[in-house]
């Protein structure tokens, strides 16, 4: 089906496979309560973006590029002595080919 369940689906199934949940973020969340408490946040950006009117509404759409930006962010810190060894150890199998 073509339509604003479709997009808005799509888009809102983008958003929360590619931000982190509340609950991997002990630092900024420590409590169950503060976990919801954002989790209810992040919902209502989801809900905003369900709406077909604002799939190219560019007032709602930097809430969740930032969402994302945030998520990304902390994933390429946590991740980066693998990622560091990963580069390392291809330039020199490279090298030896």
Sequence with gaps: ?????AVGGGTCGHLR?????????????PTE??????RLRLFRIIEDLVQWENTTNEKVLPA???EIWQSWRR??????????I???LSTRL???S
């Design 1 to 5: 089906m073509v339509g604003p369940t």
């Design 17 to 29: 496979a590619m931000v982190d949940d509340p609950s991997s973020c002990p630092d900024l969340f």
């Design 33 to 38: 309560k503060a976990q919801e408490k954002e």
């Design 64 to 66: 969740a590029r930032d």
């Design 75 to 84: 994933a390429c810190t946590e991740n980066a002595d693998y990622a560091r």
């Design 86 to 88: 990963r580069f390392t």
């Design 94 to 96: 490279a090298l030896l």
